[in-house]
């Protein structure tokens, strides 16, 4: 079962329309090893804060060109 912050993190992610391939370019990391961490498969240290950090920059970035 994918973790609490797991799916809020998706949830955002859905509603800013931002794909796990903008997040994983964002991050620096592979569209699989997101997918990973996503589904709960990993839980790297730091990965909520991490995750989180770089959806809300993603958002702001939607935010500051529309």
């Known amino acids: 079962m994918p973790a ?3 799916a809020e993190l998706i949830s955002k992610m859905h509603a800013h329309r931002i794909t796990q391939l903008a ?4 991050l620096g990391y592979t569209p ?7 589904n709960s498969k990993r839980d790297p ?17 939607q935010n500051s060109t529309t």
């Open 4 to 6: 609490q912050w797991t």
């Open 45 to 61: 240290a730091g990965a909520e804060q991490k995750f989180n950090s770089a959806v809300d920059s993603l958002i702001e970035q």
């Open 32 to 38: 699989q090893y997101v997918s990973t961490v996503l």
């Open 23 to 26: 997040l994983a370019q964002k």
